[in-house]
């Protein structure tokens, strides 16, 4: 039943887990000989981070998006600003979006500064 089990999934196509060797490396570990021994970066979030930290790199991760799309939202709104010659309504649409795009640039930039000042603290 294995054989057949087993030659199923290789003619699939299906990667099979097989054991391998592994090299021992200077800190200790072991690797896998086809990528050798590496260290981890200091700034990549893995098992021994602390939780604080990635919530901290998370949000300023998320005030980055925020701060990129209030800058593009300003843009558009001044864009829309441009072409609204004459057009009351459109007008009003464009200086709306302006105002609030500028709003959510104070609010994400503050966030970030304050993050900033929190990571310092940390």
């Not at 072991?30 to 949000?59: F, H, Q, W």
């Not at 300003?74 to 500028?102: C, D, H, M, N, P």
């Amino acid at each position: 039943m294995k054989k057949i089990f087993s030659s199923i999934i290789a003619g699939l196509g299906l990667p099979v887990a097989h054991a391998q060797e592994l090299t021992p490396c200077s800190d200790g570990t072991m690797a896998d000989p086809s990528i050798g021994c590496v260290t981890i970066p200091a700034n990549v979030v893995n098992a021994n981070t602390p939780i604080s930290e990635i919530l901290l790199k998370v949000a300023t991760l998320g005030t980055t998006g925020v701060i990129a799309v209030a800058t593009l939202l300003l843009i558009v709104g001044g864009i829309r600003y441009a072409t609204a010659v004459g057009e009351e309504e459109k007008l009003q649409k464009a200086k709306r979006l302006l105002f609030w795009s500028t709003v959510g640039l104070v609010v994400s930039l503050t966030a970030r500064l304050l993050l900033g000042a929190l990571a310092n603290a940390l």
